[in-house]
T-cell receptor
Framework: DAGVTQSPTHLIKTRGQQVTLRCSPK?????VSWYQQALGQGPQFIFQ???????QRGNFPDRFSGHQFPNYSSELNVNALLLGDSALYLC????????????FGPGTRLLVL | SQQGEEDPQALSIQEGENATMNCSYK?????LQWYRQNSGRGLVHLIL?????REKHSGRLRVTLDTSKKSSSLLITASRAADTASYFC????????????FGTGTRLLVSP
């Protein structure tokens, strides 16, 4: 049973560029959440997708957007990258009801120069 | 913003000793979860305790929850070098929406 997978594992971009990160949820999970973890900090919630719609959003600007596909996989897009966007981006998947445990992927480390 | 804080920020012990980490949070919760993170990689789920539970065990882990004090503790017994990692508590205040709010983490170092 494959767990949550994310791609790419590492990424280097320059300020102003755009980036797309990808996530495949654990088998059977229908909800995907994205988190940003700055160095030395705990993860912070970006948004959550269920049934291909954004269900909840954290305190992140509109430069951060996402998408969920019919197979439940998801993308996180960040436009107009800033140096402060450098972080580990984590994807987590879960069942929409009943289970509250979220299973995390290995993350994508983004460096903005 | 972070929901709360873990205490201590860093903990260094010898193999075989017990490690205790504390977590405080600010708002009412539905449940509280503990995660482990090795070397800045993905988070591994350790244990979930619901707001109506006071204590839970899983292998060498023991978690307590005191909702009146808005605090939780994670005890790792008979620690091993492989337990070296950062440990985070996360709260889920809204049932069904699963938005996790994390603390700042405790960095545990277990020396052989």
């Amino acid at each position: 049973d494959a767990g949550v997978t994310q791609s790419p594992t590492h990424l280097i971009k320059t300020r102003g560029q755009q980036v797309t990160l990808r996530c495949s949820p654990k088998s059977g999970h229908d909800t995907v959440s994205w988190y940003q973890q700055a160095l030395g900090q705990g993860p912070q919630f970006i948004f959550q997708y269920y049934e291909e719609e954004e269900r909840q959003r954290g305190n992140f600007p509109d430069r951060f957007s996402g998408h969920q596909f019919p197979n439940y996989s998801s993308e996180l897009n960040v436009n107009a990258l800033l140096l402060g966007d450098s972080a580990l981006y984590l994807c987590a998947s879960s069942f929409s009801t009943g289970q509250e445990t979220q299973y995390f992927g290995p993350g994508t480390r983004l460096l903005v120069l | 913003s972070q929901q709360g804080e873990e205490d201590p920020q860093a903990l260094s012990i010898q193999e075989g000793e017990n490690a205790t980490m504390n977590c405080s949070y600010k708002t009412s919760i539905n449940n509280l979860q503990w995660y482990r993170q090795n070397s800045g990689r993905g988070l591994v789920h350790l244990i979930l305790i619901r707001s109506n539970e006071r204590e839970k065990h899983s292998g060498r882990l023991r978690v307590t929850l005191d909702t009146s004090k808005k605090s939780s503790s994670l005890l790792i017994t008979a620690s091993r070098a492989a337990d070296t990692a950062s440990y985070f508590c996360a709260t889920d205040a809204a049932p069904g929406f699963q938005k996790l709010v994390f603390g700042t983490g405790t960095r545990l170092l277990v020396s052989p």
